[in-house]
């Protein structure tokens, strides 16, 4: 390494010349001359190790980088002296994984250079982002990234993140916590360049594996630390993945719905062996809008992975898209692309997950991700979010179908037989020809009705034959096709039906073990509301044995009166007559009704929806409120 000095001034010359021939130890010359230049090329170079800083060296990690060195307190900027350590540079949207021992600290800078250099770009694959007026949010983000790109001259701001790929593993099986999580400093000023804890501008607190901060009106190099904490409880080291950038946080992580999106992932219901999870409504653009096409034409763009509650290993890297990809038990990978959809639902596009190949009666975390095709593009880390948990049923006879030509807002699990396990498509299509049928029956005497009139003469001013056939509709798929939960589930759980006692348990058994054998009394079984189904149909073709449901919500019920012509008959059932058999109840003001309506999301394990819908009457022109 070469130094390089400014032009003394004369008076300087002339002293130091004065003072070297006068001096009494001519080794002074000889020293000068063959000893490390570095070390004593500079008189002044005593004064500056008191400025330096002495935290243990820093060796570099094993990546392909250009390593930095750093300007020291006391020089001038056109000196550059020889760093005790080496900082690795970051790239913009450039992110470096790196292995780090437990203990040991790492530097890296993201210099002014690459700070006033060139914007990143946005991977093209990606989805638009839509608004619910029906515009692509795509002009507001790039009118967003403009404004941050047109910062006052030289300023700028700056993302840095953090995602934990690995960390050490216990040394014991009984130990169910994760290790402590990395630490990240930053340092704005070039007196610090090595920051860590307890001497940095800015302390970035990691959890789940990740970390983030957004440093505005940058106008110079950024320095940063990343520490590695250590313990003797757990062995081997963490790896992660720094990045920097000027255009957007390179990896994020979201809480709940709080995304462009607007949208989050639940466990819709499960059986035995799977479990069906549904992202809420990703745009609210109306039904045949281009966005709206768009959205349900696409490759679905979400990921999902799912990890068994009682291994710790995604503990301290659930918020880290390279973590899960290390660590999750169920990988979006190992997902069949048939298992993955987007559909209407509900009226709005949603993503759809078929997890498969569960274990019976097991709680499960699911976790949603956006994952970018190019690595190194804007936001190229991905996105996580907010982890949701279910359990797998314990009977056998409740399945999981959707994606139903005629009731699509299906999506939930249905009475079944173990004789359908391999085969749910048959099971679907069945409950689906089912509803069709039943359907055509009721549009014959839609028919009836002078649906194409005059306004005045319409038998609504408010409602007319579209809105009274998309009410029937709905309210026929959802008594067609109940909601199944166990028959096992907890007596206090009141809000599920106990439904077909009279016929036998899919093994062969009469009655049942536990508490519930008071349900099989003779009278009991000879009720409509415990004996059967909903439909002779269901108890003849699909043959569950006893099995619990989700009552429908009763404004289903109400929502078809409301919407069809009094001359066609519906009527809902008063209390005295069955209500309470019939449809659920919620009360105003819970945030999870007990009721079912179809296209609703399920909170997980207890046969709950958010919304909910209505029971099988007679097919048309009679009273809606049998058993």
């Known amino acids: 390494m070469h130094l390089y000095f400014s032009r003394p001034s004369a008076h300087a010359c002339f002293a130091l010349l004065l003072y070297l021939c006068c001096s009494s130890d001519s080794r002074l010359l000889a020293r000068a001359a063959s000893d490390d230049p570095v070390t004593h090329g500079d008189h002044n170079h005593h004064r500056l190790l008191n400025l330096l800083d002495t935290h243990d060296v820093f060796q570099p990690a094993a990546v392909s980088a250009t390593n930095y060195e750093?300007?020291?307190?006391?020089?001038?900027?056109?000196?550059?002296?020889?760093?005790?350590?080496?900082?690795?540079?970051?790239?913009?949207?450039?992110?470096?994984?790196?292995?780090?021992?437990?203990?040991?600290?790492?530097?890296?800078?993201?210099?002014?250079?690459?700070?006033?250099?060139?914007?990143?770009?946005?991977?093209?694959?990606?989805?638009?982002?839509?608004?619910?007026?029906?515009?692509s949010r795509l002009e507001t983000d790039l009118?967003?990234?403009?404004?941050?790109?047109?910062?006052?001259?030289?300023?700028?701001?700056?993302?840095?993140?953090i995602s934990t790929c690995d960390q050490p593993t216990s040394k014991t099986t009984?130990?169910?916590?994760?290790?402590?999580?990395?630490?990240?400093?930053?340092?704005?000023f070039r007196n610090n360049q090595?920051?860590?804890?307890?001497?940095?501008?800015?302390?970035?607190?990691v959890e789940g594996g990740y970390g983030s901060i957004e440093l505005s009106n940058i106008t110079d190099d950024i320095y940063i630390g990343v520490r590695a904490p250590e313990s003797v409880d757990f062995t081997g080291v963490y790896n992660y993945e720094l990045a920097a950038s000027i255009d957007a946080p390179y990896a994020t992580f979201f809480e709940g719905s709080a995304n462009p999106w607007n949208t989050s992932i639940t466990a819709w219901d499960t059986d035995t062996n799977s479990s069906l999870l549904g992202t809420s409504n990703i745009t609210n653009t109306f039904r045949g809008s281009s966005d709206f096409v768009a959205w349900i034409a696409m490759k679905p763009p979400f990921s999902v992975y799912v990890h068994h509650q009682t291994d710790p290993a995604i503990l301290g890297l659930q918020k880290s898209v390279c973590g899960l990809r290390n660590h999750a038990q169920i990988k979006d990978s190992d997902i069949e692309d048939s298992d993955k959809s987007m559909a209407n639902i509900g009226g709005q596009p949603k993503q759809l997950f078929h997890i498969k190949g569960l274990n019976r009666s097991s709680s499960y975390h699911a976790i949603m991700t956006l994952e970018r095709s190019?690595?190194?593009?804007?936001?190229?880390?991905?996105?996580?979010?907010?982890?949701?948990?279910?359990?797998?049923?314990?009977?056998?006879?409740?399945?999981?179908?959707?994606?139903?030509?005629?009731?699509?807002?299906?999506?939930?699990?249905v009475p079944s037989n173990p004789n359908f396990t391999n085969n749910m498509t048959t099971l679907a299509l069945a409950y689906d020809a089912y509803a069709n049928d039943t359907y055509q029956n009721f549009n014959k005497s839609l028919q009836q009705i002078p649906c194409e009139t005059t306004p005045s003469a319409q038998y609504s001013l408010a409602r007319?034959?579209?809105?009274?056939?998309?009410?029937?509709?709905?309210?026929?798929?959802?008594?067609?096709?109940?909601?199944?939960?166990?028959?096992?589930?907890?007596?206090?759980?009141?809000?599920?039906?106990?439904?077909?006692?009279?016929?036998?348990?899919t093994n062969g058994t009469a009655s049942p073990n536990g508490t519930q054998g008071d349900l099989f009394s003779k009278e009991n079984k000879t009720t409509n509301h415990y004996g059967m189904s909903r439909?002779?149909?269901?108890?003849?073709?699909?043959?569950?044995?006893?099995?619990?449901?989700?009552?429908p919500c009763k404004d289903l019920c109400y929502h078809l009166m409301q919407n069809c012509p009094a001359a066609l008959q519906f009527a809902c059932p008063t209390e005295k007559w069955g209500l309470n058999y019939s449809y659920g109840h919620y009360t105003l003001g819970d945030t999870e009704w007990m009721c079912n309506w179809p296209g609703g999301n399920l909170v997980s394990?207890?046969?709950?929806?958010?919304?909910?819908?209505?029971?099988?009457?007679f097919l048309f022109a009679v009273a809606v409120f049998v058993s």
């Open 605 to 617: 394990g207890v046969g709950r929806t958010r919304v909910g819908w209505g029971m099988m009457g």
């Open 464 to 505: 007319n034959c579209d809105d009274c056939a998309d009410a029937y509709k709905t309210w026929l798929c959802a008594v067609t096709i109940p909601r199944c939960a166990d028959f096992s589930s907890p007596p206090n759980l009141t809000h599920l039906q106990p439904r077909n006692i009279a016929q036998d348990f």
């Open 174 to 188: 009984d130990n169910v916590l994760a290790p402590s999580q990395l630490e990240m400093y930053v340092s704005r």
């Open 374 to 413: 190019n690595h190194g593009s804007i936001s190229g880390g991905g996105a996580v979010w907010s982890m949701t948990s279910f359990t797998t049923k314990s009977d056998n006879n409740c399945k999981i179908i959707h994606s139903l030509p005629f009731c699509a807002n299906v999506a939930y699990a």
């Open 143 to 161: 009118m967003q990234l403009a404004q941050t790109q047109s910062l006052p001259s030289g300023s700028r701001t700056v993302w840095l993140t």
């Open 535 to 551: 439909t002779k149909w269901i108890d003849d073709t699909i043959r569950p044995g006893p099995y619990k449901e989700v009552l």
């Open 194 to 205: 090595r920051p860590d804890n307890g001497r940095s501008d800015h302390a970035i607190a």
């Open 70 to 135: 750093p300007e020291f307190a006391g020089l001038d900027k056109g000196i550059v002296g020889r760093a005790s350590e080496a900082a690795t540079i970051l790239g913009n949207n450039a992110p470096k994984p790196t292995d780090i021992d437990q203990g040991d600290i790492q530097f890296w800078i993201f210099p002014q250079a690459t700070l006033q250099g060139p914007y990143g770009h946005a991977d093209p694959s990606l989805p638009l982002n839509f608004t619910a007026t029906n515009a």
